[in-house]
C-alpha cells in the first residue's frame, strides 16, 4: 500500500476509534456479519483486524429486550421494506449495556440485495442524558400538576404549548383538546380579542401584569379569578407568557359574609340598646296604667275604661317579654358564667323573637313537649347562647318556607334519660346530599348575599359542643329537620 494511502487509514481508523464509531458489513447470501476494529473495542473484545460472526450470533449480542424487535426489523431490511437506521441496546464483553445507533447503505446486484455497509457508534452518554432529561422533565410537570392552581404557558402566537392538570380541570377539557389553540377556538370573538389585547401587553412588555378578571368555567358558572402573567424566555430564546390562575371566588364571598356579619354584629348591638331605652318609658306606662286599673276598680262608673287600660298593661308585658329576648340574644355571652335555666323558658324567649316573622307570612310556628316537661326542667347553660341556636334555626326555617303557602315549623322538646332532645323541622325543600355535607362548614351559604353569613350552623354547632352536646341534620327525616340535645341538670 503507498505511504499516503496508508496515513490516510491510519487517521481514518484513529478518527472512528475516537469517535466510538466502527464500520461493518453484512452478507446476504452468507447471512454473515464483518467490522473492523472499532466496532471490537465497542464491545470490548481483543483487538483484531476484524472480526465476524453469523446473523443468530449477532442476535445473542444484542440486549434481551430488544432482541425481539431487531429480528422483525432486520426480516423487514432484507425485504427492502426499510432502511437500515436504528437504536438498540447490546451487552458486552463485561456485560455492560451500551446504547448505539446503526445506519447502513445497501449495495445491490443485478437488482437484488447482495450486502449491506454501514457504520455503529456509542450513544450511551447521549441516551443517558436523554433518559436523564426526561426524568427531570416527568418530575417538573409532577411538581406543576401539584400546584392547585391552574397554570398555562403560550406561545408568541397566544397559542398554549404548556398546561397543567389543574387547568385541564378549570376548562373542562383534556389537554390534547386546547394544547396548540389560541383563545379564538373557545371564546367569542369580543371576550378573546379582549384576552389577545391584555396577553399581548405582556409580550411586549418586560414585568409581570396581574389582573382581576370574571370568567365562565366549563359548566359555565361565573368565577372570579386573579391571573399573573409573566414573559419569559424559553430555551430556544422565544418569548413565552406564563399564566398563574388562582380562584378567589370563595375568598369574595367570604369578604362578603365577613361584611354582613360585621354589619349584624353592629345591628345587635343597637338592638341591645334600643332595647335598653324603650325599656325605661315602657316601666312608666306599664306602672301608670296599674294604677289607674286600680283606682278605676273603685269607682264603678269608670269600669267601661277598665278593659281598655288592662289591654295596654298585657301589650306593655309583651314588649317587655320581647325586649328582654332581643336582650338575651343580642349580648355577647361567651364569659357568661353556666347556670341553670328552664329549657321552656329558653324555647320561649326564641319563639317570642322568631314568631311575628311568621305570623305575617301567615305561617304556621308552632312548639310541642312531652306532657310532663314544665318549666321545673332545667340545664346548666348560657342561656342568651341557647337562645341564639334556636333563632339561628328558626330564621333558617323561616327562609326555607316563606314562599310556600301553606309552610310551617315545628320545635319540639323531648326528654330521654338525662338529655334533652330539641328538633326544629319545616316543611322547606329537601336538602342535597352535597349540601348537607358542607352546610356545617364556616361561611358555606346556598342564601343570597345580605340574606346569610354562612355562620349560623357552624357557631351553633360549636355552642351546642360547648354546653356538652351535639347539633346535627336528621337525613332520615321525611322533612327538613335538625336536632341538638342538651345534657339535664
Known amino acids: 500500500m503507498p505511504l ?6 491510519k487517521k481514518y481508523k484513529t478518527a472512528l476509534k475516537n469517535a466510538s464509531m466502527g464500520v461493518w458489513q453484512f452478507d446476504v447470501l452468507t447471512n454473515t456479519f464483518t467490522w473492523d476494529v472499532g466496532l471490537n473495542e465497542l464491545f470490548e473484545w481483543e483487538d483484531k483486524e476484524k472480526f465476524g460472526c453469523s446473523l443468530e450470533e449477532w442476535y445473542e449480542l444484542i440486549h434481551t429486550e430488544d432482541r425481539e424487535n431487531m429480528r422483525v426489523y432486520i426480516a423487514e431490511v432484507l425485504n427492502g421494506t426499510v432502511d437500515v437506521n436504528t437504536f438498540l441496546r447490546i451487552k458486552t464483553k463485561s456485560n455492560k449495556t451500551k446504547f448505539i445507533r446503526a445506519c447502513a447503505y445497501k449495495v445491490l446486484n443485478e437488482g437484488v440485495i447482495d450486502h449491506f455497509v454501514g457504520v455503529t457508534w456509542d450513544v450511551t452518554n447521549e441516551s443517558v442524558l ?11 410537570e409532577n ?5 392547585p392552581d391552574p397554570i398555562f404557558v403560550k406561545n408568541s402566537n397566544h397559542e398554549i404549548i404548556y398546561a397543567n392538570q389543574e387547568y385541564a380541570k378549570f376548562v373542562g377539557m383534556p389537554k390534547e383538546s386546547f394544547l396548540g389553540k389560541d383563545d379564538y377556538a373557545f371564546f367569542p370573538k369580543e371576550v378573546a380579542d379582549f384576552f389577545w389585547h391584555k396577553n399581548e401587553n405582556v409580550f411586549q412588555g418586560d414585568h409581570s401584569i396581574e389582573t382581576e378578571e370574571q370568567v365562565s368555567d366549563y359548566r359555565g358558572k361565573p368565577r372570579d379569578v386573579l391571573t399573573k402573567k409573566t414573559p419569559l ?3 430556544k430564546n422565544e418569548k413565552v407568557l406564563v399564566g398563574v390562575i388562582r380562584d378567589i371566588t370563595e375568598l369574595k364571598r367570604m369578604q362578603s359574609s365577613l361584611i354582613e356579619k360585621s354589619k349584624m354584629a353592629s345591628l345587635g348591638e343597637m338592638a341591645a340598646e334600643i332595647a335598653h331605652e324603650i325599656n325605661n318609658p315602657l316601666m312608666i306606662v306599664q306602672g301608670k296604667t296599674q294604677l289607674l286599673i286600680e283606682k278605676m276598680s273603685k269607682q264603678p ?5 277598665k278593659k281598655d287600660l288592662v289591654s295596654i298593661e298585657t301589650n306593655c308585658l309583651r314588649i317587655d317579654k320581647i325586649i328582654k329576648s332581643l336582650k338575651s340574644v343580642s349580648r355577647k355571652a361567651d364569659r357568661d358564667p353556666y347556670e341553670d335555666v328552664s329549657v321552656l323558658k329558653l324555647i320561649d324567649e326564641a319563639f317570642e323573637i322568631s314568631k311575628e316573622r311568621f305570623r305575617k307570612r301567615k305561617l304556621n310556628l308552632f312548639v310541642i313537649t312531652d306532657e310532663f316537661i314544665d318549666y321545673t326542667y332545667t340545664i346548666k347553660a348560657r342561656p342568651s347562647e341557647i337562645v341564639q341556636v334556636l333563632v339561628n334555626l328558626l330564621n333558617n326555617s323561616y327562609d326555607a318556607v316563606e314562599a310556600q303557602p301553606r309552610g310551617w315549623a315545628r320545635v319540639s322538646l323531648t326528654v330521654t334519660g338525662n338529655t334533652f332532645q330539641v328538633e326544629v323541622t319545616d316543611s322547606g325543600a329537601e336538602i342535597e346530599p352535597e349540601i348537607a355535607q358542607k352546610m356545617m362548614e364556616p361561611f358555606f351559604t346556598t342564601k343570597m348575599t345580605g340574606k346569610g353569613t354562612g355562620l349560623g350552623l357552624s357557631v351553633s354547632k360549636q355552642i351546642i359542643q360547648s354546653h356538652n352536646g351535639e347539633l346535627f341534620y336528621d337525613s332520615k327525616s321525611d322533612n327538613t329537620r335538625f336536632v341538638f ?3 339535664k341538670t
Open 4 to 9: 499516503a494511502q496508508a496515513e490516510e487509514l
Open 143 to 147: 411538581i406543576l400538576d401539584a400546584i
Open 130 to 140: 436523554r433518559t436523564d432529561l426526561l426524568r427531570e422533565k416527568n418530575f417538573s
Open 301 to 305: 262608673e269608670l269600669a267601661a275604661y
Open 485 to 487: 340535645t342538651l345534657p
Open 233 to 235: 424566555n424559553n430555551s
